[in-house]
């Protein structure tokens, strides 16, 4: 457990001592989902919320309690073209904000970097708690933002192989792709309701002068959701150009079949003809029917050749 006095000049972490809670401080606190039983006491949180912090769900919510906000979020990212999640959960009351993650939390290193470097230039000392909240909602969308990108990175790849070449390789991982997008859009849709409480801001946590910033971030995220509607519809365009692909690389062959059969077509007649058992056919005897049936037969093969070459069907 990490615990930060946000009310000292020079933001330190602090010792978790027996009496290190005073009302009269703001504090910034770090932890994971089993260290947080041992603060529980002393900020009243609701046992629901607490049962939420140890156990792995893919619930994303907000609730408003009389002496605090709780929010359930999931942050994602790629790694090796899987969808990795992390839970975390937040707690923001009149003079706490409590973050809940895992120990090996990716996101936790990503939030954790230069936050209090930002939340020290905040120039009245109370408002650091609101800066704080806002940071960590500002890192969440920065990061989201970039996953979308890389993976709209990866389509735009899959594009460019398609157009190469369609095979059943491509397509499984274009219904791939559609799987993590799916995933994806179903993570950030309840965020857009997020983003509409925190404006509200029943409880009246956040500092007046810092709503505007939160309507800021409820905009990022219509934006990322816009965004993740964005990568649906190229998924689909992906299946379009591979059925079109596929399409094309059948009429190919089609094609190729017709030529094949359009320049055997008046052999086979001919073989036909000659292969009637009629006892009076005029050439059947003749002494040079055979060479000359087979070079009518050159004859007319390239003929066909010369034709479809000026046509340029070939």
């Known amino acids: 457990m990490e ?35 041992s603060i529980q006491s002393i900020f009243d949180f609701a046992p629901e919320t607490i049962d939420q912090c140890i156990h792995f769900d893919d619930l994303v919510r907000m609730e408003s309690y009389d002496n605090y ?13 899987n969808l990795k999640f992390e839970e975390f ?24 970097d230069n936050i209090f470097q930002k939340i020290e230039k905040t120039l009245k000392i109370e408002d650091r708690l609101s800066r704080a909240y806002y940071l960590i909602f500002d890192r969440l969308l920065t990061d989201l933002f970039t996953t979308l990108e890389e993976m709209e990175s990866e389509i735009q790849i899959l594009e460019h192989l398609i157009i190469q070449e369609a095979n059943q390789k491509k397509l499984a991982r274009i219904n791939y792709y559609r799987l993590i997008v799916s995933t994806m859009k179903r993570n950030l849709r309840p965020l857009l309701y997020i983003g509409d409480q925190i404006v509200v801001n029943e409880n009246e946590f956040v500092a007046k002068g810092y709503l505007k910033y939160f309507k800021n971030i409820d905009i990022r995220l219509n934006k990322l959701y816009d965004f993740v509607i964005d990568l649906t519809e190229m998924i689909n365009h992906l299946q379009y150009l591979y059925d079109s692909a596929l399409s094309t690389e059948r009429n190919k062959i089609s094609e190729r079949l017709t030529i094949i059969a359009t320049f055997f077509a008046p052999l086979t007649v001919i073989t036909g003809i000659y292969g009637m ?25 390239i003929g066909l050749y010369v034709f479809m070459k000026k046509k340029k069907w070939l």
């Not at 978790?16 to 606190?29: H, K």
């Not at 906000?69 to 073209?81: R, V």
């Not at 959960?89 to 954790?112: A, D, E, H, P, Q």
């Open 69 to 81: 906000d709780y929010i359930n979020l999931n942050y994602f990212y790629l790694y090796e073209e």
């Open 3 to 37: 615990i930060f006095n946000l009310s000292k000049e020079i933001i330190e972490q602090q010792d978790l001592a027996e009496d290190w809670f005073n009302e009269d401080n703001n504090y910034f606190i770090v932890c994971s989902g089993e260290e947080i039983l």
């Open 89 to 112: 959960n937040l707690y923001l009351g009149k003079n706490y904000l409590v973050l809940v993650l895992n120990t090996k939390s990716v996101f936790k290193k990503s939030i954790m």
């Open 277 to 301: 058992n009629f006892p009076y056919m005029p050439e059947i005897h003749w002494k040079y029917g055979y060479p000359i049936i087979i070079g009518a037969m050159a004859v007319v093969s």
